[in-house]
């Protein structure tokens, strides 16, 4: 329950943020206390496709070791996946690969409440695998946490009656998102990673163009420079651990479309105006 620390594997960004395999592999190597998977990854937008899944899946079974498969993205499917497209999911191939899989996800993604701290927990896997962990989860559920009587009653409200209202909001998020891809398409020197899933978008600024824009290619310098001299909100990088020649951003494309616009607009003047020496 405590005293844990990270063993990191790679997602390849040549590859659209794809499993890089070996990377894989090798965390597995160390035999950690399970492996964690997030998809539609939170900030890269990646979803992982099914022949990935059912691999790590296989692996992860075959080492013994519970996948941890954070899924609360999962109401916000982008690209080629259409309304109402199943996800891959980890827990479909559970009992083929032996493994077990908890899967994490919770009301305040999928009904867009982040106030309202309702989460739930599958597990899925063989019987004899799954009931002694189940019968920790539910210790663990009581040493650390709680919900309140009124998350509870939303929760009802939302999965039995809300589904017009989620679908809503999905279909909003989309024309939103597909406006932000578009904008960032024209502005030269920018390169965009289209996300698949989840609500936020990353791009990659060239190095070259970074530099004569900003005087530097350091992702942090620059998002200091854009919110002082542009009044624009970009996460760097370097805080997800996003580690490339060319500098990197994350933005939310939650915004009323107008906002979004403005913001990217005001990105492309500060990158094409000359600067100054």
């Known amino acids: 329950m405590n005293g844990l620390a990270p ?27 399970c492996l964690v998977i997030i998809s539609p990854n939170n ?5 992982l496709p099914d022949d990935d899944v ?29 309304p109402g497209a199943v996800l891959p999911r980890p827990a479909s191939f559970a009992l083929e690969s032996n493994a077990v899989v908890i899967t994490l996800n919770g009301v305040s993604k999928i009904g867009a409440a982040p106030e309202v701290k309702l989460g739930w927990i599958a597990v899925s896997g063989p019987g ?7 019968e920790r989860l539910e210790y663990l559920h009581d040493a650390y946490l709680s919900v309140s009587g009124f998350a509870e009653h939303f929760a009802e409200i939302l999965l039995t009656r809300g589904r017009a209202f989620m679908e809503t909001v999905r279909r909003t998020v989309a024309g939103r998102r597909d406006a ?49 001299s542009a009044q624009l909100y970009l996460h760097p990088g370097y805080l997800y ?35 100054s020496v």
């Open 241 to 275: 651990g996003i580690d490339e020649i060319d500098p990197c951003f994350v933005m939310s494309f939650l915004a009323e479309p107008e906002r979004t616009r403005e913001g990217i607009e005001r990105l492309n003047e500060r990158i094409v105006r000359t600067r």
């Open 7 to 33: 063993v990191w594997y790679r997602l390849d960004p040549d590859a659209g943020y794809r499993l890089d395999r070996d990377s894989v592999l090798s965390a597995l190597g160390t035999n950690p206390c």
């Open 54 to 82: 059912r691999w790590v899946t296989a692996q992860a079974g075959a080492a013994g070791i519970p996948i941890i498969a954070d899924e609360v993205f999962s109401t916000f499917l982008w690209s080629d996946a259409a």
């Open 43 to 47: 900030p890269t937008g990646t979803v």
């Open 180 to 228: 932000a891809v578009l904008l960032l398409r024209d502005i030269p020197g920018i390169r965009i990673v289209e996300p698949a899933g989840g609500i936020h978008l990353l791009f990659c600024l060239c190095r070259d163009t970074a530099v004569r824009a900003f005087g530097t290619s350091d992702d942090e310098e620059i998002a200091v420079i854009l919110l002082n």
């Open 128 to 134: 004899k695998k799954v009931q002694p962990l189940v």
